[in-house]
């Protein structure tokens, strides 16, 4: 959506100017003064956090030396800037002209106040002209400070360079790989580099390992800061980690936010790594810390969060994210759209044997990702199903997709456990030869964990109790009408699995039964897990019979968590700004227009434009697509809502929609590219663990950001101005006669010279 410029007679906006436009400044102080000289009466009743977020002056109304760029693509104003260009007369010459931005005329006690108001400011400007001058006198750059910083642009370039291909800081031999892209540039014409390690030895180390973690803060934190001033811009932020990282021996959860751009595009970027250590209320204090010391980004803006860990650490992090919401509620927990919705039930199911599940489902994810494995499991399907060639077909299909992320994963599962057992069973006999050592001993580790007997009935339990969140699930994460119709029927979804829960016994007992015969297929023995015997033969518990043992142990208690984790994922508040959705017109229309989002826009009232006119605000909105002309189509996605040019006059409709773009849970429309957790996931992929550095991952994941060498420069010399990246120290040589040592610095220079040739 363009920004127009307040100011009274001027009708520039972004889309038609190259002008930078700022916002009116949160000071209440300062945004008086703007107000003022801008001479607008009906801007003086608005609040300074009101101007802020909705009103802009452009660049022409304020004083050229008070506006700057910190870059090619970012322009800033002074702190103390205030608008003084103003056109405040043109509109007399048409009195008859109605006008928008009228014009306040001023009494005799404005008139007094301007003047005081003046007097002070032009003392304050004296003052900083005397700090220019004094400034002004300073030297100039001398010409060692420009190649000192002609020299670091280069090393810069090549940090940049390395994030950007993925290259990690170590090469396969243990070489460094920086050294190598130095030599390269050296070797290539960089005057920049040769004028600085000219007579250097050959092999010197260029820099050391703490200047270039210098040289590596200084780049990341310069691209994430493009980032952050983004959102600082959009305000309202939604937070989102992934699953656990290892680096060096210590865990971290990569952490990404969700916002929505001034171009009203959903973004999600992936900002850093956080530590995953302490407990959960140290987890939440480093998380804070995070957002609100280092970034500058308020939690109290946070609207949304979504945790996709895995394993032991779910419990953690759904502690912490109950944390969170209770220190601030409007930051709901949701599912995250990435993952279906039954993997994401089955993770936070805090049992054993269920989580012994989901890893298996891991492994065989990536077991299969290795070679020969995926023909292997195919010639295992086509000869345990050769008497169903319809069922066969329709595994090989689901076995070539990601068939353990999907909604049905575990319909899907059991209907390959057969299969997966001859597949692995095969791996291990390794009779061609083909596998290496490694495939073979996960095979034989996979296998070993299919065999059990209580992993068969905890396939086939999950499989049937998520069955009847499976169309949920799907829906909750499709698009937009899906969503809203998915918000609806979770009534219908909690009382069949109640009406389950009610009837466990009948239900049990046909489960139990399924598991047997698929078991008596694979040649696994019915039988009680060694450890629950154990506890028996000691005295522990009474005899129990096998049936019974599985409906106590994980029939019941997953039927209860299942149905407590959607009643806790899904309460009121977490279900009204999905139901909110029928404010995009394609489902206005799908309700026939009788909606009513007022009762569940409540929830966001501190955050709307102006909440006491919400109710004839929607109103108008409704009335406006109803009566709609025939050739008019209705949006159908919150995105396609947000780019229409008439909803910028429905400033609360246009706020909650970018509410609920925020959600984790909705999945990101328009999406341009590989998204965040894509590019990471590559990144951890193709370069191998020992070789991770996460300053690295974070410029490779945002290799899309724009970025200003020369702001790096700057940045650099402001924190280590003192500590000049220089060549490793080395041994003094012994005295030499000027012309040997004229022919070994020029050798160093030649291409031919064994440390520049190693890239």
Known sequence: MPNFCAAPNCTRKSTQSDLAFFRFPRDPERCRIWVENCRRADLEEKTSDQLNKHYRLCAKHFDPAMVYKTSP??????????????????????????????????TEEDIEKIKQRRLASQKKEEAVV????????????????????????????????????????????????????????????????????RGTPVNAEYLSAMQLGQLLDVCENTVREEMIMEVRESRFFSIITGDIVDFDQEKYLPLFVRFVDQQNAVREEFLDFLLFDGDEVALVERLEAQMTERWGLSMED???????????????????AVLLNMKYPLALHTPYSDMALNIQLANSLPYSIVQVVCETLRRVAAFYKTPFTQEELEKAVASHYQKNEEKAEALTQASRSNWTEQHNVFDVLLEMLPPLLLCMDAVVLNTEGKFQEKQTSDAYSIAETLAEFEVVVTVVILKNILMFTRAFGRNLQGESLDTFCAANSLTAVLHSLNEVNDNIDVYHEFWYEEALSVAAVMGIPAKIPRLFLRKQSAGEVGEVQAEQYFKEYVTVPVIHS???????????NNLKPLKCLSLVPAIMGQMKFNTSEENYAEIYQGD????????????CWRIKWKHRGKEVRLPTTIHET????????????????K????????????????????????????????????????????????HDLEVMV????????????????????????????????AQSQTPENPSSAQL
């Open 302 to 320: 946070c609207r949304g969060q979504s945790h996709k860990v895995t394993g032991t650490s779910t419990t953690k992090m759904k502690a912490v």
């Open 130 to 197: 005397e700090d220019k001058t004094v400034e002004d006198a300073a030297p100039q750059m001398s010409t060692e400070e420009k190649e000192f910083r002609e020299y670091l642009k280069s090393l810069f370039e090549v940090v940049v360079m390395l994030g950007k291909q993925g290259i990690p800081l170590e090469g396969s031999d243990m070489s460094s790989n920086f050294q190598a892209l130095v030599n390269y540039r050296l070797n290539s014409g960089d005057e920049a580099l040769r004028r600085r390690f």
């Open 659 to 706: 509410l609920i773009s925020t959600l984790p849970v909705l999945k990101l429309e328009q999406q341009r590219g590989d998204k965040a957790s894509e590019r990471l996931q590559a990144y951890l992929d193709s370069v191998a663990s020992r070789q991770w550095n996460r300053s690295l991952a974070v410029l490779n994941v945002n290799t899309h950001v724009k």
């Open 608 to 619: 709307l434009h102006k909440a006491e006119t919400l109710s004839a605000e929607l109103h």
């Open 562 to 572: 299942v149905i407590q984790e959607l009643e806790d994922m899904f309460f009121e």
């Open 642 to 657: 947000l780019q229409l040019q008439d909803v910028k006059f429905f400033p609360n409709v246009n706020c909650l929609l």
């Open 73 to 106: 693509y970012r322009t800033v104003l002074k702190d103390s800037a205030i608008p003084t260009i103003f056109d405040l007369t043109s509109h007399l010459q048409n009195p008859n002209l109605r006008h928008r931005k009228r014009v306040k005329e001023l």
């Open 714 to 745: 700057d940045k650099y010399c402001r924190l280590y101005s003192e500590e000049e990246p220089e060549p490793e120290p080395e041994p003094e040589p012994e005295p030499v006669s000027e012309e040997v040592a004229g022919d070994a610095a």
